[in-house]
């Protein structure tokens, strides 16, 4: 008997995300990473254009990191987080406390973005609870995405992503981002429900899944001070946007006004492994403090704090506060930015937007432009050949990649984007 092949065994067994099984191509199986490159079985190297869903900040199989992990593997491999704590997860809430903006002051260990969101929301709930007020409505913008749980869902933008799960999920008060012409009327928006809105979630400057949509700090300002002077708690979403990608350690440093609540993953580990942080105020955790039990956070994650998770943070830390990368992260921005302003006046051009080092073009289409453009696929399978991985939301593709790109690989995925703006 033959002997089957990877993508064969996978499909004999496998259910991926994100996938029409029906018809899906057999997946390409990925044997090695080194850098910026994917390689595949049949030795065909990719470009890791978008970073491997946004997780990879260094490059894959970083030697720094593998080190790090290796020396956690065997010296602790994980510990219960309830009642007993480890060097690493001290560390690391020290390190990253440290960092962020000001006013978080406490870390929540999680394993995912979406249970990040989850604790985030949960926090905010019983936040009012503990205090005898029943808010339990939460403010978001439409066309946003914080996750595939429930409570991610429930606080996303209603699609087809969600449709099966509609009756299921709360309630939710939408709004459109945030510019010049309808700041004022967002604020009145919210006035008018005050008194049952618990929290404010958003994706600061990009709404990654959306479509990378994205908006300028100084409106999100308003509205999170306005938020803010109304008793409303504020949550930065920084699943997708934190280390580095806006340009700045975190697209909440691009605010003047700060939230109450920030969630990480992604990032978090350089790519590495699964990890999920929520940071709060000291407010909000104290809000949590009683002799009353009922009062506690009743909510945890058998892998809290995985020790071999959290030296992968600290190892992908390290590296992220290098001079080097700190520049490699400038210069991937101006390359960004210079290609703009290159391809902009293209007619098949409809948009094209850049915050640091995430660069989205829309593509001009007759059809439909959601997710399910056919466009979508053709780019797809054409990037592939091209030996680039680019995974476009309907019409628009994105790059975000690993901060070890060069100049000569960037210029490399520009050219084969202005090729298939000739060719679709």
């Not at 199989?61 to 001290?90: D, R, W």
């Not at 959601?370 to 995974?391: A, M, P, T, V």
């Amino acid at each position: 008997m033959a002997k089957k092949s990877l993508a064969e065994r996978d499909q004999a067994l496998i259910w991926h995300p994100y996938t029409q099984m029906q018809n899906a191509p057999a997946p390409i199986p990925i044997i090695r990473g080194e850098g910026v490159f994917l390689i595949a079985e049949d030795g065909k190297k990719y470009i890791d254009a978008v970073s491997s869903w946004w997780v990879n900040l260094h490059g894959h199989s970083h030697p720094y990191i593998a080190k790090k992990v290796s020396e956690q593997l065997n010296k602790l491999e994980h510990v219960i987080f309830a009642g007993f704590t480890h060097p690493g997860a001290i560390e690391l809430a020290e390190r990253l406390i440290s960092i962020l903006p000001d006013g978080q002051k406490k870390v929540f260990y999680s394993d995912n973005g979406s249970t990040a969101v989850e604790v985030a929301l949960k926090m905010c709930f019983q936040y009012w609870s503990n205090q005898g007020k029943g808010k339990t409505k939460v403010l978001a913008f439409n066309n946003s995405y914080h996750g595939d749980t429930f409570g991610a869902m429930a606080v996303s933008a209603r699609n087809a992503f969600t449709k099966p799960f509609e009756k299921l999920l709360f309630e939710v008060e939408f709004i459109d981002l945030p510019d010049q012409n309808n700041i004022e009327q967002l604020k009145l928006q919210i006035s008018a429900r005050v008194s049952d809105l618990s929290a404010f979630i958003f994706e600061p400057l990009v709404q990654g899944a959306g479509g990378m949509q994205m908006y300028e700090a100084a409106y999100l300002d308003e509205l999170i001070k306005h938020c803010r002077e109304n008793g409303i708690l504020t949550i930065a979403d920084e699943v997708m946007t934190g280390f580095g990608r806006t340009g700045k350690l975190f697209a909440s440093d691009h605010l003047s006004e700060k939230a109450d609540l920030m969630c990480f993953s992604k990032g978090l580990t350089g790519g590495t492994m699964a990890l999920g942080i929520t940071t709060c105020t000291i407010a909000i955790y104290e809000a949590f403090l009683s002799d009353n039990k009922l009062k506690t956070l009743f909510h945890g994650h058998s892998f809290t704090a995985n020790p071999i998770a959290c030296a992968a943070a600290l190892a992908s830390m390290d590296i992220l506060l290098e001079s080097e990368t700190l520049g490699n992260i400038q210069r991937i921005s101006e390359s960004h930015q210079a290609f703009c302003g290159r391809v902009s006046q293209h007619p098949k051009v409809k948009c094209i937007r850049q915050t640091g080092t995430i660069l989205a073009l829309e593509w001009e289409t007759l059809g439909e432009t959601s997710y399910f453009n056919n466009l979508r696929d053709n780019l797809y399978n054409f990037f592939l050949e091209q030996g680039i991985i680019l995974r476009p939301l309907g019409n628009i593709i994105y790059i975000m990649p690993p901060y070890c790109i060069t100049n000569e690989q960037l210029d490399y995925i520009y050219k084969k984007i202005e090729e298939a703006l000739e060719r679709f």
